[in-house]
């Protein structure tokens, strides 16, 4: 047999094998789907438990059963033939290196879509029929219709939104835009509008740049750094991120705090706080502390609670979280998140400012809590965010649509506690 012909028949043998593995995959992620698992973590044990997989094989089979769960709806009846649901999923997904090297296997050979919102219709519907793909109480829990622009941004992957951390000593765009293929680098550019936002393409191999190493630039979702930028004043003194999570808000609450102020972190999660330390230590950042143990005395003249919540604003990027969420969770997290929110106001100080946040569409997460926090919390007023980047704060806060910035959803509103 001639080399060339080895080669071939290797290769196919190995994408007969990947399909077999994806598909396979994709049956077992269906039972992650139950309320309350842990799916990321469990994903994980599921690729653990093939033993030899590299993080192509990770990013191959995660774009695969992540586009899986964004259509799910409509490919749950395909689930019947192995090979063309695969055949359409590979042209569903976002066109990944690792995505690309499946398209020979495709039987019809079909064109793959370029445009990413445009894919949907290779399953011939319209696109006022993607709502079929969302939870039927969403479009109730929202305050803004669910429009074709919503559907089509819910349906696909974010970008990858970068922060810039530290001032580059020399072109930042341009590094970035060396470790990238031509048709990355074409992606890379610095936001217009949002201070430091850098937007780059989802597949850019960030992880090993120097940049990142560093800590010149962090990741960041858009909408989260749209966040403390409509803060009405810059902020200044003692802060507290009382659910800071891995801190992706904390790092830039320092930078914008120094050199005039300092934050306090604190989340129950210590693998959370852990992240969060490497993290900070890589921005280099002298500002940031960390408490182990959750605060209960204190004055801050800021506090932040990001509270936990359903996460609907980042459904584009947890697919699996539209799939998992009832209607009643959420009614169960605006109980824990008017409880969190009050027990953290009691830290803010005479004339300091409480700022809630969640990354949820649903107002009974958002508008509702807040207007309850009101009721009862006298010794604080509303106060409206600044009118920046198109927002306006109505009295009632303001939400962040993934459509506005092709980033994550997410609401914000701010109270100042009397003197
Ligand atoms: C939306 S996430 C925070 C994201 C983070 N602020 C960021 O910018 O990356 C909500 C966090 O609240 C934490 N949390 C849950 N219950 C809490 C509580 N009672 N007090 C403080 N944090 C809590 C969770 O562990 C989770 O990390």
Redesign the pocket.
Known sequence: MSKPLLNKELRLARLHNQRRIAFSLIERSRTLLKPGTAFTRELHELFRSQGRFGSKDRRLYRELIYTFLRYLPWLEEKLKDQDNLLDTLIQLAAPTPEIRSLYPTLSDKTAHESISEQRFKILKREAHQLEELLPPWFGEHTNRKVSIPTLLTLITRPPLWLRIQRDPKEDLVDRLKATATPEQAEQIAKHPLIPDCLHAPADYPLANHPSYLEGEVEI?DIS?QILLNLLKEPPRGKWL??????????LQLANLLKPYGKVTA????SS?LRELQSRAKRSGLRNISVLQQ?PTKGSYDGV??????S?SGTWRRHPYLMRQTREEDIFDHAK?QLS?LK??STLVADGGLLVYS??SLSRHENEAVAERFLETEKAFRHEPLSPRFGFQDRGRGITVHPEDHNGDGLYVTTFRKQD
């Not at 604190?266 to 999660?269: L, N, Y």
């Open positions: 960041q989260s991120d009382a659910c800071a999570g891995a801190g992706g808000k904390t604190f989340d129950p999660r959370a959750r932040l609670v990001d509270a936990p919540c996460g824990t969190i027990s953290y969640t990354c």
